[in-house]
């Protein structure tokens, strides 16, 4: 059996067992890292996108996927699919379509998201429970101090995973501890806001009617420019160079920020290596980020 053909059967055998008796295939989809994901064709209603671990990292990680995707579209404003399923195997959505071309869908996801960061300013960083970033828990324990919250919580949390270890040195590591002592420095103070947590380009789809949609978050209440870095940092196309600028007009960014991105981005490159035997060069991003913090031998 192909590695698609075993995809289709996981899928559908969840979704006979969860009760949905009408799905007569299961077309597997590619673009996602984690799950198994694939389209589920019904009898007597309309096909919905359906994804699945064969093995599932925990029971919750759908639960928290869809409160998730309800947070990012009743606080935040920012359209997302419709949850028709969540359980401890399955997250079954309404589809949405593919993101169009074109620098007009970009500066309408940049209205959006300016609009999910500007909307929810809160006085706290975390979440009310932990959930997921692909297949590793995110701890969102609730503090005060961003710079804390971020540095305990997002990029120190990575150091002890086997992957981590294996791809950083000591040296490496003494320097990720040098680097979140002097975050205050590096990261001007920001009030939380109600963030997507995993923004990059695969997760910003379409609507039918061609609004930008959102999927996969991974939220807390955080600095918003942790999204920013995620949608800046992994490769967007050329015309997602309308999306920055236009969000940096509706959010008044200051004209430093392209330079916070590699640090905040750290978070997301260490949350790779530590999941993936391949790491698309998260590693060596990693090391240049660090390499100022790195000490040089007396002599």
Not at 90 to 108: H, I
Not at 204 to 232: F, K, N, Q
Request: charged fraction near 25%.
């Amino acid at each position: 059996m192909t590695a698609a053909a075993e995809t289709g059967a996981v899928l559908l055998d969840g979704l006979r067992r969860a009760g949905m008796g009408d799905v007569v295939r299961v077309e597997p989809v590619s673009g996602g890292l984690a799950a198994l994901a694939g389209i589920a064709f019904r009898r007597s209603a309309e096909a919905v996108f359906v994804k699945g671990f064969a093995e599932p990292p925990g029971d919750d990680v759908f639960a928290a996927e869809a409160e998730g995707l309800t947070a990012l579209r009743e606080l935040g404003g920012v359209a997302t699919p419709d949850v028709v399923l969540a359980s401890p195997e399955l997250l079954v959505l309404s589809r949405l379509r593919g993101r169009p071309d074109g620098a007009a869908f970009w500066e309408r996801a940049a209205h959006a998201v300016a609009r999910l960061h500007l909307g929810t300013a809160g006085t706290r960083f975390g979440w009310h429970r932990d959930n997921w970033l692909g297949r590793r828990r995110q701890v969102n324990t609730w503090d005060d101090d961003g710079h804390a919250f971020f540095a305990r919580h997002r990029l120190l949390r990575w150091l002890g995973e086997p992957r981590v270890d294996a791809a950083l040195d000591a040296a490496d590591r003494a320097a990720l501890e040098r680097l979140c002592d002097r975050l205050p420095e590096l990261l001007p103070p920001r009030p939380p806001c109600l963030t997507h947590g995993d923004l990059w380009a695969q997760n910003i789809m379409a609507t039918a009617d061609g609004r930008p949609a959102l999927i996969d978050p991974a939220v807390s209440y955080t600095w918003a420019e942790v999204d920013l870095a995620h949608v800046w940092s992994t490769a967007p196309p050329p015309e997602a160079g309308r999306f920055f600028a236009v969000y940096a007009e509706l959010t008044g960014l200051d004209a430093g920020w392209p330079q916070r991105m590699p640090i905040l981005q750290l978070r997301q490159h260490l949350a790779v290596i530590a999941q993936f035997d391949d790491d698309w060069g998260a590693a060596d991003a990693v090391r240049a980020t660090l390499a100022p913090f790195r000490r040089t031998p007396a002599p």
